[in-house]
């Protein structure tokens, strides 16, 4: 950890990613108890890349997600109760009850939304970034997906378009080693998934993805680069998903990853990582630690209150929300 980071930055990051994990587990909780029904794709152990690069952008810069983005909505500061509410289905969610987990929204923050379809949001990346050109807004926009989504075509027209323009893009890689069931040694012929940028020329920086404070580093350079006029940036972070692909469940009894690896990479928790720093440091005492997880405890029990008490949608207003003809401001 760096000591020219000044502590409440550093404490902003810790507080970032225990209110992600706390809604996350919270989740995985309503999940087995059947409270929550729609397809869910946990973080847990990924934390540190949503915080650390949302920690070096500005509240009118853009970020889209993927399928796995609670942990995006939250570090960029969208609402924990409309989130939790889109997961109940509810009216007053994030996307009207209408998207559930995977089609997140929160455009008063920047968010410009979360799809399942892997690699769909980097063009929409990569035109918002050219839209804050046109228009001299000065925006940065950020495309999180996974190593998967490397292995669609979107994903190397986006990089090349965005390289030819110089746009202020940065391009996020969460390579958390599996699509799915696969692991990425069957699927590329090397790991190094920072190779994509040499054929962009753009640079391709490796970053530990469980240190929170390396991902913001890189994450704020890239920024710094793209608001300068210097183009985009492909960061890669190396992670790990903790749980199983898809829903609260660990999957270590379907032979798909060895446990071994699955306990070396929670032995890397990167929340556990930047906490024990700070105690050592004494830039935390024990007594401000209990209470950011109690205050985190207190907001996800006031979300998942929120959302219980929230009305469903009226079938009525089905055909509502699908068309705009608003402009986006
Ligand atoms: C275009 C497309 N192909 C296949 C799928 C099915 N699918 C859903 S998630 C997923 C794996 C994605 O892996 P990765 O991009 O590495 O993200 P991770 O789940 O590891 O976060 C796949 C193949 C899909 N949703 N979209």
């Known amino acids: 950890m760096g000591t020219t980071f000044p502590p409440f930055l550093l404490v902003h990051l810790l507080r970032t990613m225990v209110r992600i994990r706390i809604f ?3 989740t995985a909780d309503l999940l087995l108890r059947g409270e929550i029904r729609c397809p869910t794709h946990l973080y847990i152990g990924q934390e540190a890349i949503a915080t650390g690069v949302c920690a070096a952008l500005d509240r009118s810069d853009y970020i889209l997600g993927t399928h796995r983005s609670h942990g995006h909505f ?3 500061g969208g609402s924990m109760r409309a989130l939790m509410a889109e ?3 509810k009216k007053t969610g ?14 008063e923050v920047g968010f410009l939304g979360s799809v399942p379809m892997v690699a769909a949001t980097i063009p929409i990346a990569v035109g918002s970034a050219l839209a804050s050109t046109l228009l001299e807004q000065g925006r940065v926009a950020v495309s999180f997906f996974g190593d998967g989504a490397t292995e669609e075509g979107e994903f190397h027209e986006s990089l090349n378009f965005a390289a030819l323009w110089k746009l202020p893009v940065l391009f996020v890689c969460e390579n958390n080693f599996y699509s799915t069931h696969m692991p990425l040694h069957a699927r590329q012929p090397t790991q190094d998934l920072t190779r994509h940028a040499l054929a ?5 920086v490796a970053v530990d993805g469980n240190d929170v404070v390396a991902v913001y580093t890189a994450a704020h350079e890239a920024v710094q ?5 210097l183009g985009p940036t492909l960061l890669v972070c190396n992670t790990y998903r903790w749980r199983g692909h898809v829903g609260p469940h660990w999957d270590l009894d379907k032979n798909i990853r060895p446990q071994k690896e699955v306990e070396a990479w929670m032995a890397r928790c990167p929340i556990h990582r930047l906490e024990t720093a700070l105690l050592q440091q004494g830039l935390l005492t024990p007594q401000e630690r209990d209470t950011i997880y109690a205050q985190a405890v207190h907001e996800v029990e006031d979300a998942v209150a929120f959302a219980r008490h929230s009305p469903f949608p009226d079938p009525v207003e089905l055909p ?4 705009t003809d608003r402009k986006t401001p």
């Open 225 to 229: 680069r793209a608001r300068a006029g």
């Open 24 to 26: 996350e587990e919270r």
């Open 200 to 204: 962009h020329a753009i640079p391709g």
């Open 320 to 323: 509502a929300h699908l068309f």
């Open 74 to 76: 939250l570090a960029k």
């Open 94 to 107: 994030c996307a009207y009850g209408r998207g559930g987990s995977m089609h997140l929204i929160a455009r």
């Open 87 to 89: 997961m109940f289905g």
